[in-house]
């Protein structure tokens, strides 16, 4: 009997011992949800409360008698074991959430993702996120905390190891299967907000009014410019590069819609499962009719770098190469801003991987565009220029026209000076081209030798490519000279 007695004191002692942890976590709950800024010591306080209660949940119920564990437990006795860590289980539930159902407790879920959160982390202004989520918030350039909009003193994030250990337990006990926390994909997250905007402009995209058309795509562009999940969100629906599409095909006249348009196309193309959905609608051929049609600098910038992410794909470059992009990229690149100047030669430099697009490019006109450039000295695509020509240099008819175009004098002009060590690289790469298709351009290069010693310096220093060609260069010389036809 007075084991009996000891027994049913020991469960007495823990049930108090329950409802006193209890109260101090209720009391401790609210101060972390009504307070306007997170405190570390009470997070801390709260977490060694939960530790009390899991340590009770495990070990309290089946007792202990002088400091050691009783033996096995009789059938009645793990009976009041699993009652005494449901009561334990239930008692943290109770503090967790107000409802009495299996509903989610409110703050257990992510203020921008709406779903539990797997790793639990404060802002400096106390509200709390999961990692992964406001971590995409802060990396898309946001300095301002989603909740209370205030501005953050620092972007640290603090684990929040009371409401983890709070959703383990709840989840635990309700049968929910919450992953571990995984790292974000480079593609980003899609959160519940965004969703909801997305919903809202894919109305808007097919609505019959003008003016809610035009403001969807201005803001589809803004969104997909400072947001990669908005970009991934975007192509994960069937008509919605399609309904934008249709838009920028009507927008002929409209100089603002169709920049908008077209730049909403080139931050969708950045993500990688768009260009595939792109590439195989009629969205190149758009693209190529846009910078046709004309219109501001940045629409047809924006083109020509939208046709560059493009050609990431073999099959776009063959698309974007056959539907007639090469003129008015070239044109772009004789005629463009600055800005604009380098998206069209970023484009032609990417489609010319393909050898069936030197062919087109040589025919229209990019070496004399390339050696236009080379030989403007404030020209600000010199070293795109002199990349593009080492490129398409391989092909015979390119290193003819450079004979012709007055090539050489310029490529000797950046050997002997020098101005980097890659212009340099390409301009030898482009000179030995010349030298091996055209014969009569050896006297010229000959001349430049005795008079500088140029190729001979280029074949002792430079990058290992820049000497092999150039000492390509000086056998071919040597070859030359010594022979009886000498015809240079």
């Known amino acids: 009997m007075a084991k009996s007695g000891a027994a049913e004191g020991t469960a007495i002692s823990d049930r108090r011992t329950a409802e006193e942890l209890k109260k101090e976590l209720r009391r401790l709950i609210k101060a972390i949800l009504e307070e306007d800024e997170g405190r570390a010591e009470t997070y801390k306080e709260a977490s060694e409360v939960i530790a009390a209660l899991k340590e009770l949940r495990v070990g309290s119920a089946a007792g202990m008698i002088g400091g050691k564990r009783p033996p096995p437990a009789s059938d009645d006795k793990v009976k009041h074991q699993q009652l005494s860590e449901k009561n334990a289980t239930s008692a943290i539930e109770s503090v967790v959430s107000t409802q009495a159902s299996v509903s989610i407790p409110k703050h257990f879920l992510c203020p921008l993702s709406s779903a539990i959160m797997r790793d639990p982390v404060v802002l400096a202004t106390g509200e709390t996120y999961d990692r992964a989520y406001i971590q995409e918030w802060l990396s898309s350039g946001n300095r301002t905390c989603p909740q209370t909009q205030q501005v953050l003193s620092t972007t640290i994030l603090t684990p929040n190891h009371l409401v983890r250990n709070m959703i383990s337990l709840w989840c635990a006990t309700h049968g929910v299967d919450l992953r571990p926390p995984e790292n974000p994909d480079t593609d980003g997250l899609i959160t519940y907000s965004d969703r909801c905007t997305f919903s809202s402009l894919l109305t808007d995209l097919s609505s019959p009014s003008t003016a809610d058309r035009k403001q969807a795509v201005k803001s589809l562009r803004q969104l997909t410019k400072r947001s990669r999940s908005f970009r991934a969100l975007v192509g994960e629906d069937p008509t919605a590069i399609p309904q934008l599409l249709t838009i920028l095909s009507a927008a002929v006249d409209d100089l603002e819609l169709r920049e908008d348009a077209v730049t909403a196309l080139l931050n969708l193309s950045i993500h990688d499962a768009n260009k595939k959905v792109i590439g195989e609608s009629n969205g190149v051929a758009l693209l190529i009719q846009s910078m046709n049609l004309g219109g501001t600098m940045n629409t047809l910038g924006n083109a020509a770098a939208a046709l560059f992410t493009l050609s990431a794909l073999d099959s776009n470059k063959v698309r974007i190469g056959e539907l007639g992009a090469m003129s008015p990229l070239i044109d772009l690149f004789e005629t463009g801003s600055p800005a604009a100047k380098k998206d069209a030669a970023s484009a032609i430099f990417n489609l010319c991987m393909l050898n069936e697009n030197k062919v087109r ?83 010229e290069v000959g001349e430049e030798e005795k008079m500088n010693g140029t190729i001979s310096k280029l074949a002792c220093g430079g990058t290992s490519r820049s000497m092999r060609k150039a000492a390509g260069i000086l056998e071919k010389l040597k070859r030359i000279m010594h022979s009886t036809h000498y015809s240079c």
């Open 361 to 443: 490019a040589v025919k229209a006109g990019a070496v004399d565009a390339c050696l236009a450039e080379i030989a403007n000295s404030s020209s600000t695509i010199m070293d795109e220029s002199l990349a593009l020509l080492a490129l398409l240099s391989a092909y015979q008819e390119a290193a003819e026209e450079v004979a012709d175009g007055g090539g050489v004098p310029l490529l000797l002009k950046v050997l002997r000076e020098g101005t980097s060590v890659k212009n340099v690289e390409n301009a030898v790469v482009v000179l030995y081209a010349v030298c091996s298709s055209v014969r009569r351009k050896l006297k």
